[in-house]
């Protein structure tokens, strides 16, 4: 009987250490919520994540949350989150005010949320990983200005508004203008980072300012790219404007290498993945060491820091004649 006892507890005490080491095997629960999965960016941005390497090591697990441009739906997927046991969560809102509610949510559920390219006016995130648009507005803004020469009309495409990237570049674009008197503003409305919708507009402006606008400064491409379509449409020649966008989407790198417009990239391998980095060392503590190769090719710009820093800014790349097609042969 006594032997009977000491085997029966050397059994119960294997199988409990084999349920610590499966339990310890358990990969690492991400959620990502995302404002919108239509266009190429953010499609852009969630498959970069699902490259990272601890995603397809299976270190980590990856849930990708398409917010459908509503910052209700949005709202209903930190609930999720919480309501799943997620370890981390990584957000892209869109409305950088409605957000704040479902972070502070998920944070007192203990789950650190880490923002990524669009910010939440919030200071309860655990970090944020994207890039100053701010810089990126003036970089637009000054993309089109100086082929202007300074001089003459401009219109203006923003995205959806209160989206922090809306906010920023459009405090970028009004700090450019301010310095040139010279150039006027016809128009400015939000065409919602849709093509379709740029199209549409700038349809309605070209014959409401039939042969006065020199210039299309639009807050991403997709609505620079609706803007040219709309040219075209109209029988204009594309080369008679100055048009710019910002995110460097595949279909904008054509552009550019046609020389229809001017482009600046944001990166969002770089944004996804070294948000989703600093996530995990969030739930891993310090002896989590990044895996995505961004750090490296990004190291004398934006340090790790031992990923404990509120503020990690990716930086941009104006697309040109030299870099467009070293970048198009990326989306292959």
Same mark, same amino acid.
């Given at each position: ?29 991400? #959620? ?5 999965? +239509? ?5 852009? =941005? ?19 949350? &398409? ?19 997620? &370890?981390?969560?990584?957000? !892209? ?11 502070? +949510?998920?944070?007192?559920?203990? $789950? ?8 939440? %006016?919030? &200071? ?15 970089? *637009?803004?000054?993309? *089109? ?7 003459? %009309? ?16 459009? @405090? ?20 919602? =980072? ?10 309605? =402006? ?13 807050? %991403? ?16 020649? !594309? ?16 552009? *550019? ?11 969002? +391998? ?7 980095? *600093?996530? $995990?060392? @969030? ?5 989590? +060491?990044?895996? #995505? ?10 340090? =790790?820091? &031992? ?6 800014? !990716? ?18």
């Amino acid at each position: 009987m006594k032997t009977a006892n000491v085997l029966g507890g050397a059994l119960l005490a294997a199988s409990l250490t084999m349920t610590s080491v499966a339990a310890l095997a358990e990969p690492i629960k991400v #959620s990502a919520a995302v404002y919108g999965l +239509r266009a190429e960016f953010m499609q852009l =941005w969630s498959n970069a994540l699902k490259d990272h390497p601890a995603v397809k090591n299976g270190t980590v697990n990856i849930t990708i949350f &398409d917010g459908r441009y509503d910052a209700m739906v949005q709202d209903s997927q930190f609930d999720t989150t919480i309501t799943q046991q997620f &370890d981390a969560m990584l957000l !892209v809102p869109i409305d950088s005010n409605a957000c704040a509610a479902g972070v502070a +949510r998920a944070v007192a559920a203990g $789950i650190p949320v880490v923002g990524s390219n669009a910010r939440c %006016n919030t &200071d309860q995130l655990a970090a944020f990983v994207g890039s100053d648009d701010v810089k990126g507005g003036e970089m *637009v803004a000054n993309a *089109v200005l100086s082929k202007i020469g300074y001089k003459g %009309n401009v219109v203006i495409l923003e995205g959806p508004i209160g989206q922090s990237g809306q906010i920023d570049r459009a @405090q970028g674009i009004t700090n450019v203008l301010a310095k040139h008197p010279d150039v006027k503003v016809l128009e400015m409305r939000t065409a919602n =980072w849709s093509r379709s919708e740029a199209l549409s507009l700038m349809e309605n =402006w070209l014959a409401a300012h039939r042969g006065k606008i020199d210039g299309i400064i639009g807050q %991403n491409d997709e609505m620079a790219l609706g803007a040219i379509e709309a040219v075209k449409q109209a029988g204009l020649d !594309v080369n008679d404007f100055a048009i710019a966008g910002i995110d460097g989407v595949t279909d904008a790198l054509q552009a *550019v290498k046609a020389n229809e417009m001017e482009s600046v990239l944001q990166d969002a +391998r770089a944004q996804a993945q070294g948000a989703l980095d *600093v996530a $995990i060392r @969030q739930v891993k503590g310090e002896s989590y +060491r990044p895996q #995505s190769t961004i750090w490296k090719q990004y190291a004398d710009k934006m340090a =790790w820091d &031992d990923g404990m820093k509120k503020e990690y800014n !990716v930086p941009w790349t104006p697309v040109t004649q030299s870099n467009v097609d070293e970048l198009l042969s990326g989306r292959k």
